[in-house]
């Protein structure tokens, strides 16, 4: 599979973003998509995922409440709504997918990547 992100940009705090991961090549449902933030340096840190097939969903701490984490399968694509936004939440973010059932955190368990897109938070 072929991972597309997009939606990255300039906002303000408290403003609302929504990101967009497009899948190509395989149906974005049989795979776990999980979006990932890296700020400057800093680790890449977990946002959200939703689970292959069953469409659960997981979020990190930092994000809970303010991002929702949905798929579309008639457009294969994923999308990250962003809420509330904080200038911590700068970074560039990328989409991820794996083939596991389950709401994995850890990147290195995810196997295809997609580009990052970059989201800037002002105060």
């Known amino acids: 599979v072929q991972l597309q992100a997009s939606g990255g940009g300039l906002v303000q705090a408290g403003g609302s973003l929504k990101l967009s991961c497009a899948a190509s090549?395989?149906?974005?449902?049989?795979?776990?998509v999980g979006w990932f933030r890296q700020a400057p340096g800093k680790e890449r840190e977990f946002v959200a995922a939703?689970?292959?097939?069953?469409?659960?969903?997981h979020y990190g701490d930092s994000v809970k409440g303010r991002f929702t984490i949905s798929r579309d399968n008639a457009k294969n694509t994923v999308y990250l709504q962003m809420n509330s936004l904080k200038p911590e939440d700068t970074a560039v973010y990328f989409c991820?997918?794996?083939?596991?059932?389950?709401?994995?955190?850890?990147?290195?368990?995810?196997?295809?990547w997609g580009q990052g897109t970059l989201v800037t938070v002002s105060s």
């Open positions: 090549g395989r149906a974005v449902s049989s795979y776990t």
């Open positions: 939703i689970v292959r097939e069953l469409g659960s969903t």
């Open positions: 991820a997918a794996n083939r596991l059932f389950a709401r994995e955190m850890r990147p290195a368990l995810y196997d295809y």
